[in-house]
């Protein structure tokens, strides 16, 4: 099993920053690649970014230029820098570790952090 903790969301104003850490714990070997997913009020849940035990990084189209994933998925950490926030950025943001690669849906998730962005 692996243990996942978010820390770093908050309430920011449209344009600024935050920085979001993950933390995993456990059987930390088996993770292959970790990332971010949100979900916003009557949304569906959505990938943000993900990086692998490679570096290689993927991220969703509302995102790039904006937010900028890393870590070291070995170590069981991963960041979200993410600059230029809009309101549509607000959701809550889940920390995720999976034992295959980018493309894959998560094995783990963690219990999310609020990020709220006001206009």
């Known amino acids: 099993q692996v243990h996942l903790v978010e820390s770093g969301g908050g309430l920011v104003q449209a344009g600024g920053s935050l920085r979001l850490s993950c933390a995993a714990s456990?059987?930390?070997?088996?993770?292959?690649?970790m990332g971010w997913y949100r979900q916003a009020p009557r949304k569906q849940r959505e990938r943000v970014a993900r990086?692998?035990?490679?570096?290689?990084?993927v991220y969703d189209d509302s995102v790039k230029g904006r937010f900028t994933i890393s870590g070291d998925v070995a170590k069981g950490t991963v960041y979200l820098q993410m600059d230029s926030l809009i309101p549509e950025d607000t959701a809550v943001y889940y920390c995720?570790?999976?034992?295959?690669?980018?493309?894959?849906?998560?094995?783990?998730w963690g219990l999310g952090t609020q990020v709220t962005v006001s206009s």
């Open positions: 456990g059987s930390i070997f088996s993770i292959r690649s």
């Open positions: 990086i692998d035990s490679g570096g290689n990084t």
């Open positions: 995720d570790a999976g034992n295959y690669g980018l493309d894959y849906l998560p094995d783990y």
